[in-house]
């Protein structure tokens, strides 16, 4: 617990639903860069709880809010399967399903990625990924996903 300067969000709140959209944003981005980077940040980020704040955000009334949560999530499923169970048992992969139903471009694409990155290093959630294949496909045929492909 020791020289994890992630405690900052926990301790001040960042990822609380009633901050602005931008500090949320941005202090998603901050964490999802981490998670990018390496696996070597995961159990700093996992000692700093933050799942029950994820499970408010990722229904945020503001998209980019939205689209930042299943962006983290994506990243966090990015190296291995270490948050899978964490997030199944905060009902995030759930969440992420119903995010590729949303009606925001940018957090029906994150929310692919999330679930594409929980189905990658184990077999651990299929059963719970399974009701996303046919959304997948339905995305597949959406004019804003095929126009986005060829530009």
């Known amino acids: 617990m020791n020289n994890n300067g992630l ?3 926990k301790k001040y709140n960042l990822l609380s639903d009633e901050n602005p959209s ?3 944003v941005d202090t998603l981005n901050i964490l999802s860069q981490l998670a990018r ?3 070597n940040y ?8 933050i799942y ?3 499970k408010k955000l990722i229904v945020h009334k503001e998209p980019s ?3 930042k949560v299943c962006n983290f999530i994506g990243n966090i499923c990015r190296h291995s399967g270490n948050f899978y169970e ?4 905060n009902d995030l992969i759930a969440a992420c399903i119903d995010c590729c139903k949303d009606s925001d471009k940018a957090t029906r694409k994150f929310a692919c990625f999330a679930v594409g ?4 290093h184990n077999g651990t959630l299929y059963e719970y990924l399974r009701p996303v294949v046919p959304l997948l496909v339905d995305l597949l045929k959406d004019p804003e996903v095929i126009l986005s492909k060829r530009n």
Not at 42 to 49: F, L, P, R
Not at 86 to 89: F, G, P, Q, T
Not at 117 to 120: C, E, I, K, V, W
Request: glycine content about 4%; overall charge neutral.
């Open 52 to 54: 029950p704040e994820l």
């Open 65 to 67: 809010v939205r689209a």
């Open 117 to 120: 990155n929980a189905g990658f």
């Open 42 to 49: 995961y159990d700093n980020i996992h000692v700093i709880d």
């Open 7 to 9: 405690y900052i969000i």
């Open 37 to 39: 980077i390496s696996k």
């Open 86 to 89: 964490n997030l199944l048992k």
């Open 22 to 24: 931008s500090l949320i």
